[in-house]
């Protein structure tokens, strides 16, 4: 069994695939859909398919890291946008890694929170730190609590100033 994670756009699947490939190393737009399309290539709307011109791409994927990803640009303005309620993680190794993810993939500085943003599109992301993983999943509850409270107040996280909470004395 495989579960891929599917993005709806209205005309900007291609250039969102296109950049979050150019954002995140060891990834590609593969343009297969293998979702719906075992011979390869991007799927088009035909003639009969309106309210998109004939031509148009309906369906492209891309790979981020080892994650498919597949990509629609769906028929007409839809009633529907992106919200919080689905989003994807970026777990980094360190602080330069966050900074470059978070950095590059923000499009409205007020959208971050909490390591929470939105993109050009209104994706949503979380960019997290592994060394904030750790912390939280092997300390004691009083670090727990206070690398909580740090991280709460953060657009953007920054693993010094939840270090130094971590290692704080009560």
Request: net charge negative; glycine share 6%.
């Amino acid at each position: 069994m495989k579960m891929v994670p599917h993005l709806w756009f209205d005309s900007q699947a291609v250039a969102a695939a296109e950049f979050y490939a150019e954002v995140f190393s060891d990834s590609a737009v593969n343009h297969t859909t293998r979702l719906l399309n075992t011979h390869g290539g991007l799927i088009h709307y035909g003639e009969s398919q309106p309210p998109h011109q004939a031509g148009t791409v309906m369906f492209n994927d891309l790979t981020l890291g080892k994650m498919w990803l597949a990509m629609l640009d769906g028929p007409g303005s839809r009633d529907f946008t992106f919200n919080e309620g689905a989003s994807l993680i970026v777990y980094c190794d360190d602080q330069a890694e966050v900074d470059q993810y978070w950095d590059s993939l923000i499009a409205d500085p007020a959208s971050g929170q909490c390591g929470w943003l939105k993109d050009a599109w209104g994706v949503s992301w979380q960019v997290v730190p592994d060394a904030m993983q750790d912390m939280l999943y092997d300390s004691i509850p009083a670090q727990i609590e206070r690398v909580m409270r740090v991280a709460l107040t953060q657009e953007k996280f920054d693993i010094a100033e939840q270090t130094a909470a971590h290692l704080a004395d009560d």
